[in-house]
């Protein structure tokens, strides 16, 4: 029986650090909710949080590792700052029922940006945040 009391344990701890380590994440209610997540997510170094609001393309998985590069590029100062920074939503603009496009910056950097977020499967999610 003390192997059977190892397995168990070592199984309910498994268990427990893997809950721990994927974190949930509310679904956005519409495009400008979904676009606000991925750029606070990004803004704040979150990439798992901004991959939860992105399509899950090869395309738009390379544009989200691009981020984060660019992201580790900036001084741990700057780093802090783009967290503490605001969204400035300049305009969502509807393209149809199931494309926005946002044009946005933020409070620390001011250079104005776009992403568009598009409805699929019944998700809003990020696609194609080039430029960002």
């Known amino acids: 029986m003390p192997g059977l009391k190892k397995i168990i344990l070592i ?8 809950c721990e380590n994927s974190p949930t994440f509310p679904h956005a ?3 400008l909710d979904a676009g606000r997540e991925f750029i606070d997510g990004c ?3 979150e990439f798992r949080q901004a991959a939860f609001y992105m399509q899950n ?6 544009a989200l590792e691009a981020l984060k590069k660019k992201y580790y590029t900036y001084s741990e100062a700057e780093r ?12 969502d603009s509807t393209v149809n029922d199931t494309l926005h496009i946002i044009q946005f910056r933020n409070s620390y950097d ?9 409805l699929n499967q019944d998700a809003w ?3 194609q945040p080039a430029g960002f």
Do not use: H, P, R, Y
């Open 29 to 31: 209610e519409n495009a």
């Open 80 to 91: 802090t700052q783009l967290g503490q920074a605001s969204i400035i939503i300049l305009q």
């Open 57 to 62: 393309d090869t395309a738009d998985q390379a």
């Open 125 to 127: 999610q990020v696609s």
């Open 43 to 45: 803004l704040k170094g």
């Open 11 to 18: 199984t309910f701890t498994f268990f427990f650090f893997s």
């Open 110 to 118: 001011t250079t104005n940006k776009m992403i568009f977020v598009a």
